[in-house]
């Protein structure tokens, strides 16, 4: 199961998230908030949107919204926007 493990504010709604199986990957929120759907309005304000969160591997807001993290891993992939770490020995 895959786990957010890391997530970073990059730019303009785009996090950078980094997943248990040493991939990341820069998501973009926009489509998700040109849903405009009652959940995802408020992350159009750009101090809201930054106090995201991580609980049990899942990308979360404090209004409740919680991504799930097999989704955007998937996106990610499916986009080919996920990228793999190179372990150092």
Known sequence: MIKIIQAHYVQ???LRLYFSDNSFGDYDLQPLIDR???????????VYLKQFFLELGA???PNGLELSPGNIHRKLAEQH???????VA
């Open 12 to 14: 303009q709604r785009i």
């Open 36 to 46: 405009q759907t009652e959940l995802v309005m408020a992350l159009n304000d750009d």
């Open 59 to 61: 990308l979360c807001w």
């Open 81 to 87: 926007q996920l990228h793999y770490q190179t372990k």
